[in-house]
């Protein structure tokens, strides 16, 4: 019983994050489940809502695993895990991830034309290489003052939000 409970108080705390896609994230409905679903499992992170959308989760890995279900079982079919990290902790009594995030809010709605303040969000969290490798742009910048125009290494061009 002793080792039992010595390994319950040492677990060892893993954090989980993920970049999730979508083509649009528009009905109010669908926003208020992204965040309540977030809330419930305790992750922190944004939903940049509009087209596309794009959602960035941070928190305990097992609350990451079961928040694309959960919302599948609310009907939300159309959404894609770009990206994905797990990181573990030190062993630590109550096996907690609080201290490991990165993210410190908890989980922001963002608005449709905010690309530009999600992708600073993810750099000051010092996730930005996560976050634009999961969406296939390296060494990149976004620029919102000339319309919403994504600059990549290889000197290419899109607008926000357009086919690549």
Known sequence: IREADDAISMAVPVIGRRIINS??????????DIKKCADELKLGGYAKVGKPGIIVIEGPEEGCKQYCPMLEDRGWKYQKVQGEQQEEGAPNPG???EGMRLIKEE????????MSELSQLCREAGLADFF??????HNSVVDDR????????????????GKR
Do not use: H, Q
């Open 23 to 32: 083509p649009y994230i528009l009905k109010p409905a669908k926003i208020k």
């Open 132 to 137: 634009f490798a999961s969406l296939n742009i």
């Open 95 to 97: 096996g907690s991830v």
């Open 146 to 161: 000339d319309g919403g125009v994504l600059v990549n290494n290889r000197g290419r061009t899109g607008k926000k939000g």
């Open 107 to 114: 989980f922001r709605v963002l608005g449709e034309d905010s």
